[in-house]
């Protein structure tokens, strides 16, 4: 193998695109895809990439890297920091696109050792909730062999090296709603002649806080936060609307859709209770709870004890943040494995965690702080999608 995947990494990290406009990160990875033998197939789902590797008969596996950066100004001083100003890989896609063009490329080289078809699939806009998506609405399952099993990874603030999966719903779901209450503005010497939407908004942001506490199941959790609230332009005018945004998350796609329609039923009735007409009530980014097929994620897990060493496995827990991964096992009726993998320096980490400042002190996803270190974390994030496609390929 002659590529130098840290030099990838490394120049992926210096020049990161945001959602769906990542046709640079696109065409390395085809470029690296044709030279290792795969079929591929550009454009799913507008910047998607994928690779098809046939190799004889025997199971289908899906190892999957998303490609998008984040609108963040990028702080680390590395001396590959990015380029591209305001644009950042804060999110660590760049370790899981040069992972897969790693993995690729050796699959590929050892395909005397396996039978079936690998199929590496590089995933635009995972930060906006929208590219596994766009690309099963792109075909994407009639243009490729359906897979039996979908596997795939995500950097993090843990130990560079470490490797977790956990069993079950593993990542949370995420859904942004912005809701538009209607009043009838008017003075503020006047509130008989109107319909005041800043009370009405008021009203439905602490009627709200009622749905975990009272509607949710003590076992199950569920967050609503409501992180914008807009309203009026001057203290004595009554507007005529008022905006709010909400975020909100859950482990299980029962508690979910409970809290999405108490959500609709409490800014409905809040508006009728004030006289206001209907509510406009729009959803934008959405991600379903990822879930870790149990004994898929067993299978894995024991693999990479066997290969890494048990100090190297860690359970993550769940995780507060969403993805879109899921979705592509669920159009295939496959498991899901997806998996955290440290990037955090060992060492730091390590005093951190004695200290008890890994928060603090360990940048997390999406900070202008976020720097995986090269090594071991390219390498091992290699080596674990090798050694769990070669657990699950014939
Ligand atoms: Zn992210
Ligand atoms: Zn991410």
Not at 10 to 31: G, K, M, V, W, Y
Not at 32 to 51: D, P, Q, S, W, Y
């Amino acid at each position: 193998m002659t590529t130098d995947l840290h030099a990838v990494y490394r120049d992926l990290h210096q020049n990161p695109e945001l959602s769906f406009e990542e046709t640079r990160t696109a065409a390395i990875a085809a470029r690296h895809l044709e030279g290792a033998g795969f079929e591929v197939l550009t454009g799913i789902g507008r910047t998607g990439v994928v690779g098809v590797l046939r190799n004889g008969e025997g199971p289908t596996v899906l190892l999957r890297a998303d490609m998008d950066a984040l609108p963040v100004l990028e702080d680390t001083g590395l001396d590959y920091a990015s380029v591209n100003v305001g644009v950042m890989h804060a999110c660590g896609h760049d370790v899981h696109v040069a992972g897969l063009i790693g993995a690729a490329e050796q699959l590929s080289a050892e395909r005397g050792e396996w039978r079936g078809t690998l199929i590496a699939l590089f995933q635009p806009a995972e930060e906006v909730g929208g590219g596994a998506q766009s690309m099963l609405d792109d075909g994407l399952y009639e243009r490729i062999p359906v897979p039996d099993v979908v596997l795939g990874q995500h950097v993090g603030p843990a130990p560079a090296g470490a490797l977790g999966a956990h069993p079950g719903p593993a990542f949370a779901s995420a859904d942004s709603i912005d809701i538009t209450v209607y009043g009838r503005g008017g003075h503020g010497s006047r509130p008989e002649t109107t319909i005041d939407p800043v009370v009405l908004a008021a009203s439905i942001v602490l009627r709200l806080q009622t749905i975990v506490a009272r509607e949710i199941a003590p076992r199950d959790t569920a967050v609503v936060t409501v992180g914008r609230l807009v309203a009026g332009t001057k203290n004595n005018i009554i507007p005529n609307h008022a905006e709010l945004g909400l975020s909100i998350r859950a482990y299980n796609e029962d508690v979910r859709t409970r809290v999405i329609a108490a959500v609709e039923r409490i800014a409905r009735a809040e508006s009728a209770a004030s006289g206001a007409p209907e509510p406009l009530i729009e959803y934008a980014e959405s991600f379903p709870v990822t879930v870790n097929e149990p004994a898929a994620t067993e299978r894995t897990s024991a693999v990479f004890r066997k290969a890494f060493g048990e100090a190297s496995v860690l359970d993550p827990g769940q995780v507060s943040g969403s993805e879109d991964v899921g979705l592509l096992a669920t159009a295939a009726g496959a498991p899901l494995v997806y998996w955290i993998l440290g990037g955090a320096d060992a060492q730091t980490y390590l005093a951190a965690a004695s200290a008890g400042t890994v928060e603090t002190d360990i940048p997390s996803n999406h900070s202008p702080f976020f720097a995986p270190v090269i090594d071991p974390t390219i390498d091992r994030g290699v080596a674990a999608l090798v050694s769990a496609a070669r657990e699950w390929l014939g």
